[in-house]
Structure formats: structure tokens, C-alpha cells
């Protein structure tokens, strides 16, 4: 099984508005989603948080998987959500709740 890119961009968020990056709806098999996005531009009273969100059965409700929060400047600024399976639907949102907005590159990758 090959690890594909499925969708990429860099996003500038307006402060205290979560952004909807992607949503996908595997058709054909369960798919492994990974999360990637690049924070080095943050700065100190900066505020991040990337959020994976799923739903388990059809007909389902949508909720939290992945929830990962970062503040101020980043000494690893890449970051990786681990793989999360999914076979209904999956969205990923990025919120930065404080500080300037910055340009933040992301990559949504499925194997």
C-alpha cells in the first residue's frame, strides 16, 4: 500500500475562526489519514490547534479523534497527527485562537 498525498495548501486563518482544510469520504476501502502541517512561522503568544474529526458508522455523528494544541514558537515546527483509520467520512480543521495570523502549509496524506 502506497502513502499518497491527497490534498495540500497553505492556509492563512482568521484568528479565532476554525478553517475546514479538507474533507474526505473514502469510496472504495478504509483509508489511513495523516495530518501534516508545517508551524514554523509561529511566534511567541502565537496559539494553535489542529483537530481530525470522524465519524464511525454511516448516518453517524461526527466527532473529535485527534486533537492537537501548540502555542508560542515551535523547536520541531512539523506537525504529524498519528495515522487515523476511516471508512465514512473525516475532516481536518486548523484553528489559531490567538496571537497574528500566520500562513501555515498542510498536507493531508492516506495510505
Known amino acids: 500500500m502506497a502513502l499518497t498525498v491527497v490534498t495540500s495548501g497553505t492556509t492563512t486563518p482568521t484568528v ?23 508551524t514554523a512561522a509561529m511566534v511567541n503568544g502565537d496559539q494553535l490547534t489542529l483537530t481530525i474529526q470522524a ?19 515551535q523547536g520541531q515546527p ?14 481536518f480543521d486548523l484553528l489559531q485562537s490567538a ?6 502549509p498542510w498536507k493531508i496524506w492516506h495510505l
Open 16 to 38: 479565532g475562526a476554525t478553517s475546514v482544510l479538507d474533507t474526505e469520504t473514502p469510496t472504495v476501502t478504509p483509508m489511513l489519514y495523516i495530518f501534516e502541517v508545517d
Open 55 to 73: 465519524i464511525v458508522l454511516t448516518a453517524g455523528t461526527q466527532r473529535i479523534v485527534y486533537v492537537g494544541t501548540y502555542a508560542n514558537i
Open 78 to 91: 512539523i506537525k504529524l497527527s498519528p495515522p487515523v483509520p476511516a471508512d465514512v467520512s473525516i475532516e
Open 99 to 104: 496571537g497574528t495570523a500566520r500562513a501555515f
